[in-house]
């Protein structure tokens, strides 16, 4: 074999052994790929976390539940969005208000991996997942982080742009809020009415939500009270600012009265009324033609005419009205009648005076009649009292002083005996059975009972010192004192 071929075989055998070497290599590799795929597809995740909703300042708990999980083979972090926060039991973040707990849980394979926030802040909400690392990585599904803040316990202010407004010029009043998350929501009400959207303009300005109601200030708006209502999603609770009592001012509204008609000859009152706000300042009196000064009197808001006279009949009196919005006037014409009675008397005919003659007549008859009936009760009035006098006064004494008056006893000298007051009644007692009436007092010096006894006591008189009784007895018909 020539030395040529001899270095083609060597060639050749030397390319089949770099070839087998490097088929063993590659099948070593394919084969960790293979292990690690099985590894990873091993560990896997038990549930999605789930989302978290939470106030301002309060704690978030986050968990993901893993199965078939080694802590000495497998690693697993926290991550929000694309920003890594921890790594197992690590927090990578520098936020001391973190916290990770991997927790080995009552089953194989089985841990609880879990992420606590406290004092929660807007910032903190968005999207996190957990993160298996290996190749390939085993992401679990995304929990949403909600953060709810609550407005400050100053808010809603309610504003006005001025302290008082003209009729017919704009009148702004403004609800003041904090901008948060989630918005709050600011409506206008007045008497229990919300307004619509189409008069309100919101804006956002320093952190802060406006939301302006604007229109025309008419009369009928003095006074008026507007409320601003705020309601936030965070809290059940509504909060309300008030506007009150808006200032509206316009221009007198005049209008001159007077209580009777105008008589010519009597003194007669025109009154020049008026609603205004702010108060009329001056009140000023016109007339047309002029009145002379010793016609009329004027003070302020009343006009006096002193006794004016049928000549002035049409004349046009004015008032005027002024406070700090305008001046407003009224005019009213005099309409002055002649005196009504001399008008009669003067031309009434003579059936008026015949008429009036027979009404005087039947006035004066019935006036008589009427003066008859109230005579007859005022005499038997008289009567009735009279007889109520003499009983009292004669009858009742008199029947007392003969019949209820005690007659005092005299013996034979003409000296006064006394009466007793008390008497004991007689009795009669018979008594075979030997039943005694132990109703009467004991004999004298004795303490026996008779069988029949016919007695009285009487009582001596109750000035003494000591009672006394006198008996007489009777017994088979003789008497024992």
């Known amino acids: 074999m020539s030395m040529i071929a001899k270095r083609q075989v060597e060639i050749i055998l030397e390319s ?5 070497k490097f088929t063993k290599s590659l099948n070593m590799r394919l084969s960790l790929i293979l292990l690690q795929i099985c590894i990873a597809y091993a560990v896997r995740f038990d549930a999605k976390p789930n989302d978290v909703q939470e106030h301002e300042g309060q704690i978030a708990i986050l968990k993901c539940y893993l199965g078939e999980f080694n802590k000495q083979n497998n690693v697993v972090s926290w991550w929000k969005e694309d920003e890594q926060i921890s790594l197992n039991d690590m927090v990578k973040a520098a936020d001391q208000r973190i916290s990770v707990n991997l927790e080995k849980l009552p089953y194989t394979g089985a841990y609880s991996y879990s992420l606590q926030i406290t004092d929660l802040k807007l910032k903190d909400k968005g999207s996190y997942h957990c993160q298996i690392d290996g190749f390939p990585k085993i992401i679990s599904g995304t929990a949403r982080l909600g953060v709810m803040q609550i407005p400050s316990s100053e808010y809603p202010k309610c504003s006005k742009s001025a302290n008082s407004y003209i009729v017919g010029r704009d009148v702004k009043l403004s609800c003041i809020s904090e901008l948060i998350s989630p918005p709050v929501n600011l409506r206008w009400s007045r008497k229990d009415t919300f307004i619509l959207p189409t008069n309100i303009q919101s804006e956002i300005l320093d952190d802060l939500v406006y939301n302006h109601y ?9 006074d008026a009270n507007f409320v601003c209502e705020q309601t936030t999603d965070a809290i059940s609770e509504i909060i309300n600012c008030t506007i009150q009592n808006l200032n509206i001012q ?6 001159i009265q007077h209580t009777s008609a105008l008589v010519a000859g009597s003194d007669s009152i025109l009154f020049c009324q008026s609603f205004a706000n702010p108060p009329v300042m001056i009140f000023r009196w016109t007339s047309t033609p002029v009145l002379n000064d010793n016609e009329y009197i004027a003070d302020g808001q009343v006009l006096t005419l002193i006794k004016p006279s049928i000549a002035r009949n049409g004349t046009r009196i004015t008032c005027s009205a002024e406070n700090k919005v305008g001046i407003s006037t009224d005019t009213t014409t005099l309409h002055i009648i002649k ?4 008008e009669n008397n003067i031309h009434g005919n003579d059936n008026d005076i015949e008429n009036s003659l027979e009404t005087k007549e039947n006035n004066m008859e019935i006036t008589r009649k009427n003066n008859q009936g109230v005579s007859l009760y005022v005499v038997i009035i008289i009567i009735v009292l009279v007889v109520i006098i003499v009983v009292v006064v004669v009858i009742i004494p008199v029947y007392y002083h003969c019949f209820c008056k005690t007659r005092a006893a005299t013996d034979l000298t003409g000296r006064e005996i006394y009466q007793p007051t008390v008497y004991y009644n007689t009795r009669d007692r018979s008594s075979n059975s030997g039943l005694y009436d132990r109703s009467l007092p004991h004999l004298p010096n004795t303490r026996h009972y008779v069988h029949w006894r016919h007695s009285f006591a009487s009582q001596v008189p109750e000035d003494l010192d000591q009672q ?9 018909g003789q008497n024992t004192l």
Not at 214 to 222: E, G, L, P, R
Not at 468 to 476: A, F, L, S, T, V
């Open 468 to 476: 006394g009784y006198m008996y007489i007895d009777e017994k088979n």
């Open 250 to 255: 316009y221009r007198p509204e005049v209008k």
């Open 214 to 222: 604007t229109f025309i200030a008419k009369k009928t708006d003095n």
């Open 339 to 342: 005196e009504q009675r001399r």
């Open 16 to 20: 089949l052994d770099l070839k087998f």
